[in-house]
Every structure is written in C-alpha cells, then in structure tokens.
C-alpha cells in the first residue's frame, strides 16, 4: 500500500491543536520506556475523572456485561479502565514516534508462533482476530516484529490523524485495509498473507448480526466468517495484555477448527465468545468507553 500524498491543507490553522498534540507525543517518546509508563499513570489520574457520556457509557457497559460483581467491583473497574486510557495516550507516542531500535527494548512475550509458521508452511493465510484494548496498537507493532502483517481500520474523522497514524502503521506493517477494501483483503489473505483486526464494535447494516456478547444480543459484523470463506484462511485469536510490573504478553491460540461452517451466524458467535474470555483476562484494560450495544434488536428499547 503506497501512502497517499500529504495534503498542503493540514498544514492550515484548523490543524495545528492536532499537530500540537502529536508534537507532546513526539516529546513523550524520547522517554525512556519506563518513563513512559510513569507518565502515562500520572495522566491516568486525569482521565480517570473523565466527565459526562463516555464515563456515563462506561458504567453501563459494565452494569451489564458484569451483573454478577457488586456496585462497589464495578465502580473500581470503571476507575481503573478510565485511568487506562492515560496508558493509552503514552502507549501511542510509544508506537507512532520510537525507532525500531527504541521500541524493540519493550519488554514482551509471545507465545503461539508455531500455529503462524505451521499455517504458512500450509500456504494459508490467516485472520488474527483481536478486540479494542487501549494497547492495541502497541500490540499489533509488537508482533509485527515476529511477523509481516497487515491490519483493518476505520477511517478516522480527523483528517490529520488518519494521515499520520497510516504513515506510522506503513511503516511497520505490510499495509492497511479499510473496511471497504474486502476484495484486496481477501487476494492478501489468498496470497498467504496475514492480516489483523478487531471485530468488536457495533456494527449496523446487511454485514452484522445479532448474537451474544457477555450474555447479550450485540450487532456483530460477520466478516470474519465470510473472510475465512472466500480466502480459505485460518482464524486464530490473539491476546494480548498488559502486565502489572510493566511489558506485554501476547498469546496466539491455535486456530479455529472447523471453521467457517455454513452458518454465518454460528461463526459470529463463537467469534464473539473468544473476545468475551479476551476481555475477562483483562477488563479494566478493554475500551468498555464504546456503547457496544447502540444498536438494539428490533422491538428491544435502548440500554443506554
């Protein structure tokens, strides 16, 4: 994928709070990687205090994907993922502004890379399904140091940030796709290639379904059954986490038997379980800021 020419108009005064902001996280990635971290839990005790919708979404999220903890658990997990995202914001000057040689001192841990090199010796490509955690992109850039990848995004509303974040994942991966582009993913994908996303977020429209996510119909899109289907590649979930001490552990399971099946929405739900025990191994590090349930079966009032 060639990234397309920088446009003049970003330069304009519209944009300069955004260049201001990358320009912090330039700052922030000449720290050391522990130094970061500090100051990513410093800026946690800001967002932490996150007013109004978005801590308001996150509370309900949690009310309802965790009915069975007590108010007082889930307000200390509310607190602990809303202080998370101070560790986003670091984590992102860590991988859009380091040097291979910065970032290859992140202490991580990779288990499973014996299911990529035996589906690759097969000539399959595979899907490496994961979900929306804030250290998301600092986990895709770390096992792109132990395999070429690509990965799926939205197109961000910024204009600027969608151009500088291309430019930082091109630089470490083998391209992106947009969520339009199914016909190139899946020649990628037939090609052997790999290819990373999440399909964790509500989706509406002919693509998405309706199956269980922590016990409740949730819109899911199903293109992880019809990327198998048409490319023949292997599912094989991917975990990742942050430890307490610092450093990251990534995990890639086997892959999926007997998938896909004919049934589409079978496949979604099974997706969706493995997401379900991703999210239980660390909740307070999911995004649980999304309403992940907007959209609502039809004749089902809203939850939020």
Known sequence: MILPPFPKRLLGPKWW???FG???LWLLARLPYRGQLAFGRFLGRFTRRLPGSRRRIARRNLELCFPEKSAEERERLLEASLADLGLMVAESGLVWMSSDRAFAKVPSTIEGLEHLER???EGRGVLLVGAHFSHLELSSRLVSQHILITGMYRVMDNDLLDWFTLKQRLGYGDGMFTKEELRATVKYLKRGGTVWYAP????RGKDSVFVPFFGIQASTITATHHLARLSGAAV???????LDNGGYALRLEA???HFPTDDAIADTARVNTYIERMVREAPSQYLWVHKRFKTRPPGSPSVY
């Open 17 to 19: 709070p955004t260049w």
């Open 119 to 121: 589906c690759k010796k």
């Open 236 to 242: 094989i979930p991917f975990f990742h986490k942050r």
């Open 255 to 257: 892959p999926l038997d």
């Open 200 to 203: 964790d977020q509500d989706m």
């Open 22 to 24: 990358l320009g912090l």
